[in-house]
Nanobody, 126 residues
Framework: QVQLVESGGGLVQAGGSLRLSCAAS????????MGWFRQAPGKEREFVAA????????RYADSVKGRFTISRDNAKNTLYLQMNSLKPEDTAVYYC???????????????????WGQGTQVTVSS
């Protein structure tokens, strides 16, 4: 099973930027579809962004489109989320997740993300 460790969260003022990283184990990382999710207080966990193993076929939630960028460096087994123009409503625990089967882009089901990291806190002050 793939192990995922998020980092890069912290406190930032509205309008600022953060870059989250997700370090993954496994020699087959380049085959994994990867995604970012977040959970704010009082809300359900929600989809943020995803990409295929090559870093393509990128999808974003409407709430972050144009502000966030997902990318990956397969040589380093690392997934990134660049977050710009941050808003207080972006405050949440951010999780990375892996779909080793590559099924998400076939089924469209978030259930295919079966491996999860522990999360990293992002707090945006106004």
């Amino acid at each position: 099973q793939v192990q995922l460790v998020e980092s890069g969260g912290g406190l930032v003022q509205a309008g600022g930027s953060l870059r989250l990283s997700c370090a993954a184990s496994g020699r087959t990382f380049s085959y994994y579809t990867m995604g970012w999710f977040r959970q704010a207080p009082g809300k359900e966990r929600e989809f943020v962004a995803a990409c295929t193993g090559s870093g393509g076929n990128i999808r974003y939630a409407d709430s972050v489109k144009g502000r966030f960028t997902i990318s990956r460096d397969n040589a380093k087994n690392t997934l990134y989320l660049q977050m710009n123009s941050l808003k207080p409503e972006d405050t949440a625990v951010y999780y990375c997740a892996a779909d080793p089967s590559g099924s998400y882009y076939v089924t469209g089901s978030l259930h295919d993300f079966g491996s999860w990291g522990q999360g990293t806190q992002v707090t945006v002050s106004s």
